[in-house]
């Protein structure tokens, strides 16, 4: 463990652990090298991932350094067993965020999230080192640890960890901490790190509190709280072991408090090695959130759609001109990209960047999505409340007025905006459920004049974003690009999957967006400098509609091609390159786990 190694781990190499709060990830080796408290989307505390030599970290690993590890999360939970073999005897490592299903300690572990590391032995004895060099706001602060009423805090800036251990930890810099402890069959060392705003942590009254309180794991009421959550799924053939791993992921990436739904846990884990497209992705897509909790629906798990209605009504005001296409896990509107210059990024791939410009773009998509959680909420036999259908009314009329403009679509595309074929049929979509839903629940609003619009929009892309000489729908108006973002054209409705100018256009994509049986997103200049890999929740949005087309073999082909791209715990990056078979992106991606299990409960 050489924090002057520049042997950034393959992406594959990591775990995800959270607690729908907050998330890390812990690398084979034993490294917590990304972790950001409070909030998913706050500061990292632990950020090796994006500076190797000053970014942090929190590592439990054995002395013997031929030690093996072999890793797998513990079942229907997001708590992670690592099981270290040595020379002299075998060791577990349980690590997670501590859980309750109980509503008093909800909302401790909401504003106080608790990481957990265990270590266990097993057989023999096994030795075991300890490294904590907490870093706070991107490695940035160097925080200030002493030891104070039997307890270390690290306090920096706005930050301040409280941590407990069995084993005594030496202080060494002032920010650094080291210990070592054994443990034969039977017997445990218990390792804890509390966040608390640093206001707490001077006052003598809580610190000798926290201090005085269990040293308890929590592992069992953490099991029970993901099992409890998992056991709503609804089991199927279709529910396989990936499936489920999926769901979990999804629900890890909550914000429990706020009703958000997470993109990823990560910022700027690069689209390729040493690219520019490198991102930040710890914030609330409204499209991406409204893919989840269908997915989620589909499964049986209700809650998660009531509370993502609930925080984009508020986020936006409800009202449809403040509609932004994502958000911060608090609802906070402005998301002001920066790079941050100190830090060399993940295999030196800069620049590295917080926040996200793409908040303040047009994308017309949202519309349409916004929409269609709603129609699948009166699907499933639930009425619109009034106050609900006057932001959605909004919406609709707010889609009549955008659908002919330009805009950045679901691409997020940072050159002028394009006339998008996705985007309007979801404008589309946003009026045919305007419609539905006012005719179905007898509401009010302009029916007749959003029907013509709707019909207007048909027409348009029918007449412009089809390609009559090859028979194919295309990325947008004036060129002749594809862009896998079409695979989706049926899920709104606005054509069949079995149409044979959906039909012609599947197999086009397939032919010019493939590499290595996998999909680029499109074939289409985007203004961006350097390459990127195959973005894979194409390839099971192909997995998907070739299901539904009736082509069951192939559809399974490319779902088997797709889901060989998951590490060995069932986790799935951003992209991909298959040449050099490395994950890309940041990761865990909600977009491909939600895309994985739409395709396979496609194939049945």
């Given at each position: ?54 970014g942090g970290h929190c590592a439990v690993f054995p002395s013997d350094p031929d030690a093996q590890a072999s890793r797998r999360y513990l ?299 709603a129609w699948e909420w009166h699907s499933r036999g639930r009425p619109i409340a009034p106050h609900y259908w006057n932001f959605l009314a ?192 940041n990761f865990p991606q909600a977009l491909t786990h939600v895309s994985q299990i739409m395709a396979r409960l496609a194939l049945g």
């Amino acid at each position: 463990m050489d924090p002057t190694a520049h042997a950034y781990p393959p992406i594959a190499d990591y775990a995800l652990i959270g607690n729908c709060q907050c998330a890390a990830l812990v690398s084979r080796s034993g490294s917590i090298d990304w972790c950001c408290m409070p909030r998913i989307d706050a500061d990292s505390c632990f950020g090796r991932l994006l500076d190797w030599r000053i970014g942090g970290h929190c590592a439990v690993f054995p002395s013997d350094p031929d030690a093996q590890a072999s890793r797998r999360y513990l079942p229907h939970t997001m708590v992670l067993e690592t099981h270290w073999r040595t020379k002299d005897g075998e060791a577990l490592v349980l690590d997670y965020f501590a859980m309750s299903t109980r509503d008093e300690d909800l909302r401790r572990q909401q504003d106080h999230p608790r990481l957990v590391r265990v270590i266990r032995g097993i057989a023999g004895r096994c030795a075991m080192r300890i490294e904590i060099l907490p870093r706070f706001d991107y490695g940035a602060i160097t925080p200030h640890v002493a030891e104070r009423c039997g307890m270390l805090t690290a306090i920096g800036s706005n930050v301040g960890l409280a941590i407990r251990c069995d084993a005594p930890l030496k202080i060494a810099h002032r920010s650094d901490l080291y210990g070592e402890c054994s443990v034969s069959a039977g017997e445990e060392c218990l390792l804890s790190i509390e966040y608390h705003p640093p206001e707490d942590l001077d006052d003598a009254a809580m610190l000798a509190a926290l201090a005085e309180g269990p040293h308890e794991s929590c592992l069992q009421t953490t099991c029970d709280a993901w099992q409890a959550w998992q056991a709503q799924i609804r089991m199927s053939p279709a529910c396989d072991e990936q499936t489920q791993r999926s769901a979990l992921v999804l629900k890890s990436l909550g914000c429990e408090r706020t009703g958000a739904i997470a993109a990823a846990p990560t910022t700027s884990l690069p689209e390729w090695p040493g690219g520019e497209r490198n991102w930040d992705y710890r914030y609330s897509w409204v499209r991406d959130s409204v893919f989840t909790v269908r997915a989620l629906y589909e499964l049986g798990c209700h809650r998660e759609a009531d509370r993502f209605l609930g925080f984009i009504t508020r986020s936006s005001a409800g009202s449809a001109e403040e509609l932004q296409i994502m958000y911060a896990v608090d609802g906070k509107r402005r998301l002001t990209e920066v790079e941050l210059g100190h830090l060399e990024g993940y295999a030196r791939s800069r620049p590295v960047r917080v926040g996200n410009l793409a908040a303040e773009q047009k994308q017309g998509d949202v519309y349409g999505e916004v929409m269609e959680l709603a129609w699948e909420w009166h699907s499933r036999g639930r009425p619109i409340a009034p106050h609900y259908w006057n932001f959605l009314a909004d919406v609709a009329n707010t889609a009549c007025r955008q659908w002919q403009q330009p805009d950045s679509g679901i691409w997020e595309l940072r050159g002028p905006p394009r006339h998008l074929v996705h985007s309007k049929v979801m404008c589309w979509g946003a009026l045919d459920r305007a419609v539905r839903l006012a005719t179905e629940q007898s509401l009010p609003g302009p029916v007749e004049e959003w029907g013509r619009e709707r019909d207007r929009i048909r027409a348009d892309v029918e007449k412009n974003g089809y390609d009559s000489k090859r028979g194919v729908f295309l990325q947008c108006y004036g060129k002749p690009w594809l862009d896998a973002a079409l695979l989706l054209l049926p899920r709104i409705g606005f054509v069949a999957h079995d149409d044979p100018r959906m039909v012609r256009t599947v197999d086009a994509i397939r032919h010019e967006l493939d590499r290595n049986g996998l999909l680029l997103r499109y074939n289409a200049p985007d203004n961006l400098p350097g390459s990127e890999g195959v973005f894979l929740p194409c390839t099971f949005w192909l997995a998907a509609c070739l299901a539904r087309q009736g082509r069951k073999d192939e559809a399974w082909a490319a779902y088997r091609r797709a889901s060989a791209c998951a590490n060995k715990l069932g986790l799935f990056s951003e992209e991909y390159d298959p040449e050099g078979k490395r994950m890309l992106g940041n990761f865990p991606q909600a977009l491909t786990h939600v895309s994985q299990i739409m395709a396979r409960l496609a194939l049945g």
